[in-house]
């Protein structure tokens, strides 16, 4: 089966604590994408990558890292500077930079702070 | 900077019945327009997209939306509802240069027999 993973479904997060979100993707897919939901809200891009050993910050990146070692990997670190982490976390990826591309999505993982 | 607006945050239909999720954008160019659908705790499911071609889209699951210039909509329609329609659905449009998303606010769509 060819999609996105995200692993885990339901993270927990202590205080002080860096946490890794994992998404992998078997579509060889040259980008890929972190966006954050809040309740009622939209999706916004924390950081996205058009290429391995590339990427750039979103509209909210403060608090978050990522790397892009391999095509099929963009694990973001939710750091202690993110006071606010709770939230569900969704990543994506497309084809690259053709203005025809469609963005697919894993299932998300949700975030909760103890 | 482009943006789109969903006009109600929850529509409620009964079964069998049309429905109607309003969608309005603002971009300076022809804008790239979506619609994706989110069933709860689950990832996003593209719906159908709009770019630049016919105006009249057709998507999954009998959806359809039309992109109408002069009133800046993108409105998504289904002329009878089915109880699995029941998410929540985003118009989104994509920015110039980078596939940039940006994300209207949602509008959760309640079915009820």
């Known amino acids: 089966d060819g999609g996105i993973t995200q692993s885990p479904k339901y993270l927990f997060r202590k205080e002080g604590q860096n946490v890794t979100l994992s998404c992998e993707q078997n579509?060889?897919?040259?980008?890929m994408y972190w966006y954050r939901q809040d309740p009622g809200q939209g999706l916004r891009l924390i950081y996205y990558?058009?290429?391995?050993?590339?990427?750039q910050k979103g509209d909210i990146a403060e608090g978050y890292s990522v790397s892009r070692e391999k095509k099929e990997s963009f694990p973001l670190t939710v750091t202690s500077a993110q006071k606010n982490p709770t939230a569900f976390y969704l990543c994506a990826s497309s084809r690259g930079r053709s203005e025809e591309e469609t963005q697919y999505f894993g299932p998300g993982t949700r975030l909760l702070v103890l | 900077a482009q943006s789109v607006t969903q006009l109600d945050s929850h529509v409620s239909v009964s079964e069998g019945t049309p429905v109607l999720l309003r969608c309005n954008y603002s971009s300076s160019y022809s804008p790239s327009l979506f619609w994706y659908v989110q069933h709860p705790n689950k990832g996003l499911q593209l719906l159908l997209k709009y770019t630049s071609a016919a105006t009249l889209v057709k998507g999954i699951n009998g959806f359809e939306a039309e992109f109408k210039k002069s009133e800046t909509s993108f409105h998504l329609t289904k002329p009878s509802a089915h109880m699995s329609d029941a998410a929540e659905y985003f118009c989104?449009?994509?920015?110039?240069?980078?596939?940039?998303?940006?994300f209207g606010t949602g509008t959760r769509l309640l079915v009820s027999p």
């Open positions: 989104v449009v994509r920015t110039t240069g980078f596939q940039k998303l940006v």
């Open positions: 579509l060889n897919h040259d980008a």
């Open positions: 990558s058009q290429i391995v050993n590339d990427f």
